[in-house]
């Protein structure tokens, strides 16, 4: 059942929505709620959080609908509000958007055109509350999250929280299948499916091992993250691992090449922004990494040979002890002033 507040001060319009939407509240499709301002409406929200979309009048006593929309983009950014107003001018309308109003329905209601606005906003809500819950329930996710995060991930603040940002200290590494671009050129699309998904599985497991996580799979290549306790450490085995098994895996026979997959590997330690990427109008964003030690990453990868393992100067100074390293020399990279010293992770 889909739960509706409805905030305005007309009396009035409390009858038509019942009257209007009567067969849908007879059918326990919808369940209204009704405040008569803004504060009341929060107050509404804070007894009963199950609130799907409200729709909202601009001017009210005490805490008007602009004001309302701002509250609840802090209180719940997963609840979708549509403003019922007679000032439907541009400015009013823009205001609205701004502050997070989904959709906007001018006073006299139009009722169909209301019902037609209800249901796209709730379909909208709904989706973002599948997502949510496709999320909490990846069995892949689960594998390489602890329960205090899987308890976290349960809770309202986590549904509050997927919108935040955050500067973390993690370590990115970047793998690449070396010549499989000449392999997808010739073999059929079965095959180089079927190959690449193999590959992808062995790196998986080896990641998820040293607790990682994989962030993308960026076309032949994958990029992945470790946090917490060690990360460097754990990254550098699990890449270690990787480059083993895979160089171990048999030359494929797809009939045209003798292919030995083998892969390139960058690592990079450091300070990186992890937030929600991507394009907002397209409703398709990422939780991701970004920054200069992910581009440095990538960058490693990028000029390791076949199964070189590269990290910089400064992973190197962290790990010298744990892993035998050597030396590369110094490694020019874009947008970079200085060349980056560079070494190659022996075992």
């Known amino acids: 059942m889909a739960k509706i507040l409805v905030v305005d001060d007309e009396a009035d319009l409390e009858v038509l929505i019942k009257q209007k939407f009567r067969k849908k509240i007879r059918d326990k499709e919808y369940e209204f709620r009704f405040a008569i301002n803004g504060k009341d409406a929060l107050q509404k929200i804070s007894e009963d959080p199950d609130v799907d ?20 983009s802090e209180l719940s950014p997963l609840i979708k509000s549509v403003i019922v107003s007679a000032y439907g001018d541009m400015d009013n309308i823009r205001t609205a958007m701004n502050r997070g109003a989904f959709d906007f329905v001018t006073k006299p209601i139009n009722f169909e055109d209301l019902t037609i606005t ?8 709904n989706h973002l ?31 509050s929280s997927i919108m935040e940002n955050e500067t973390i200290e993690a370590t990115v590494v970047f793998i690449d299948m070396c010549g499989f671009t000449r392999i997808s050129e010739t073999a059929p699309p079965n095959t180089v499916v079927s190959l690449i998904n193999n590959y ?32 460097l450490d754990r990254a550098i085995d699990a890449a270690l691992a990787v480059r083993n098994k895979i160089s171990k895996l048999p030359v494929p026979d797809d009939g045209k090449e003798n292919f030995q997959p083998k892969v390139s590997i960058g690592i990079k330690s450091g300070e990186m922004i992890s937030g929600n990427i991507g394009s907002a109008s397209l409703r398709r964003l990422d939780y991701t990494v970004i920054g200069d030690t992910v581009n440095t990453a990538a960058r490693l990868q990028d000029a390791a040979k076949e199964n070189q393992i ?20 110094e490694i020019n990279m874009k947008n970079k002033a200085k060349p980056l010293t560079a070494y190659e992770v022996i075992e």
């Open 53 to 72: 979309i409200v729709l909202s009048d601009i001017n009210m006593p005490e805490m008007d609908g602009l004001t309302l929309l701002s509250k609840l």
């Open 118 to 125: 209800v249901e796209r906003t709730l379909k909208h809500a």
């Open 129 to 159: 509350k599948e997502t949510l819950r496709a999320i909490k329930e990846n069995n892949i996710l689960k594998m390489y999250v602890d329960e205090t995060v899987l308890n976290f991930m349960n809770s309202r603040e986590y549904e």
């Open 310 to 329: 590269v990290i910089s100067e400064s992973c190197y100074e962290k790990v010298k002890e744990s892993f035998k390293c050597k030396k590369i020399g």
């Open 200 to 231: 992808f599985d062995v790196m998986v497991k080896e990641i998820m091992d040293q607790d990682g996580f994989i962030d993308k799979f960026i076309g032949d290549a994958v990029m992945a993250v470790f946090r917490g306790d060690y990360h």
